[in-house]
Nanobody, 125 residues
Framework: QVQLVESGGGLVQAGGSLRLSCAASGRTFSVYSLGWFRQAPGKERAFVAAINWSNGRTYYEESVKGRFTFSRDNAKNTVYLQMNSLKPEDTAVYYC??????????????????WGQGTQVTVSS
């Protein structure tokens, strides 16, 4: 089992920044990659970014490229999503997810095995 706990969400004005954290515990040695997804009201959960746990390679959804940065701290078993130049359309609940099967970096919900409870990000205009 892998437990994921997100934090760092909140209310911010458009153009502002937030840093989300996702702390992993449990069988973290089995984690190959982690992802961030978000779900806006009335919409399906959507891929935001992913990171390979061992080599740090990152992947981003097109609309967040250049604004969001996914990083990791292996010693703390924690990953971070730095979000800059936030827009109202970034408003959503953000979820952290972990994949334990292999190092495949996926963008589908089914590519991940464990999920956190989510943290709310609200960007006001």
């Amino acid at each position: 089992q892998v437990q994921l706990v997100e934090s760092g969400g909140g209310l911010v004005q458009a153009g502002g920044s937030l840093r989300l954290s996702c702390a992993a515990s449990g069988r973290t040695f089995s984690v190959y990659s982690l992802g961030w997804f978000r779900q806006a009201p009335g919409k399906e959960r959507a891929f935001v970014a992913a990171i390979n746990w061992s080599n740090g390679r990152t992947y981003y959804e097109e609309s967040v490229k250049g604004r969001f940065t996914f990083s990791r701290d292996n010693a703390k078993n924690t990953v971070y999503l730095q979000m800059n130049s936030l827009k109202p359309e970034d408003t959503a609940v953000y979820y952290c997810a972990a994949r334990i099967q292999d190092s495949y970096i996926g963008s589908r919900i089914s590519d991940y095995d464990y999920w956190g409870q989510g943290t709310q990000v609200t960007v006001s205009s």
